[in-house]
């Protein structure tokens, strides 16, 4: 049976393996994969399917896949979530919290609450994930 030939890349995969292999040769230990190439990997992946563009472009097929799903359900990365704050302070509780925001791409944002002013956590999330 006469199947592709799997030694043969695409030029638009060879493209995006090049972008990637430029970046890594000049990145600093530990940073992350900048958001354009992801956008890269995720249309490069629709078009060469998840398993064999992870491959070539040398990325997790999990994390791909994730970032992949994403798009397809429209998401804008901000979790639809109902969260209700109490701005009054109960008897003999304390009146602190910390509240974490963290995305995906292990940017995280830690806040320590402490007194009976209540911020518009919402906001301050969506603000979060959005990158503003």
């Known amino acids: 049976m006469a199947g592709r030939r799997h030694c043969e890349i695409p030029a638009a ?6 972008r990637f292999e430029g970046w890594r040769r000049t990145r600093q230990a530990g940073t992350r994969i900048p958001d354009g190439l992801w956008s890269l990997a995720v249309k490069l992946a ?6 064999r563009t992870a491959s070539v472009l040398g990325l997790d097929y999990y994390s791909l896949k994730k970032r992949v799903a994403a798009r397809k359900s429209g998401s804008t990365s ?8 109490s701005s009054l302070p109960s008897p003999g509780v304390s009146n602190e919290c910390v ?9 995280s944002l830690r806040i320590h609450l402490s007194g009976c ?3 518009d956590l919402v906001t301050l999330g969506r603000s979060f994930w959005s990158g503003e």
């Open 99 to 107: 509240v974490e925001f963290a995305d995906g791409s292990g940017a």
């Open 46 to 51: 629709d078009g060469h399917g998840l398993s």
């Open 117 to 119: 002013q209540t911020p």
């Open 13 to 18: 995969l060879t493209r995006g393996r090049d």
């Open 78 to 85: 901000v979790p639809s979530a109902f969260i209700e704050l």
